[in-house]
């Protein structure tokens, strides 16, 4: 029961370009949700979140949107910097967390 | 202000060996987390404790898997027999308290190999 799914595994985006990664949702009760950032042999890094009561929020080159009709939220990045190739989990919670398989980014420079 | 700490990092044992995992929580964070994550997949949360009390175990191999917090901040996870399939990084995460609207904190994690 994969109730947040990433369904693009790979992303590869030019430096400079925007870089938009997608995620699915499949309860409406969840309210909050994150996006984390994962270098290789490292844990997952907190990178932003947005409430249900909101659409967008925005930290500097990242900005998550949440779509609640379409349950699907996304992350863009940009510009993209090859310091931003990593893997990219998102996260939903009500009462607990539940990620994502993760969409692997490539910036090329 | 110190991150989540994990130790050790990587260990490789055999099959039917036992392993144990430690974490130290942000200090002030009253939830802590055990989460199991396989190459190509997102964490899976194997047990939640806020303070010293479990909140969700359910996911938890119980048969093989057990975990402790018993003062409320660090925390054991330990896996006795191992399988082939427990090989995955075993992610330790904690949060100010539980619920929707905290943010949790992971650890650099702990990679397991079992051969």
């Known amino acids: 029961d994969q109730q947040v799914k990433q369904n693009s595994p790979s992303l590869s985006v030019q430096e400079g370009r925007i870089s938009i990664l997608n995620c699915d949702y499949t309860?409406?009760?969840?309210?909050?949700f994150l996006w984390y950032k994962k270098y290789p042999a490292e844990g997952p890094t907190f990178l932003i979140s947005i409430s249900s009561i909101k659409d967008k929020n925005e930290d500097g080159r990242f900005t998550v949107f949440l779509n609640k009709s379409a349950k699907h939220l996304s992350l863009h990045i940009v510009p993209s910097q090859p310091g931003d190739s990593a893997v990219y989990f998102c996260a939903a919670s009500g009462n607990q967390f539940y990620f994502g398989t993760g969409t692997s980014l490539t910036v090329i420079p | 202000e110190a991150g989540v700490a994990q130790s050790p990092r990587y260990k490789i044992i055999e099959k039917r060996q036992s392993v144990a995992f430690w974490c130290n929580p942000i200090s002030g964070h009253a939830t802590l987390y055990w989460y199991q994550q396989i190459l190509g997949q997102g964490p899976k949360l194997l047990i939640q404790?806020?303070?010293?009390?479990?909140v969700d175990d359910s996911q938890l191999p119980k048969d093989r898997f057990s975990a402790e917090r018993l003062k409320g901040v660090d925390s054991t996870l330990k896996i006795q027999p191992a399988k082939l399939e427990d090989s995955a990084v075993y992610l330790c995460?904690?949060?100010w308290g539980q619920g929707s609207g905290n943010t949790i904190y992971f650890g650099e994690g702990s990679w397991l190999t079992v051969v």
């Open positions: 995460a904690s949060s």
């Open positions: 309860n409406s009760m969840f309210d909050y």
């Open positions: 404790f806020q303070n010293n009390g479990v």
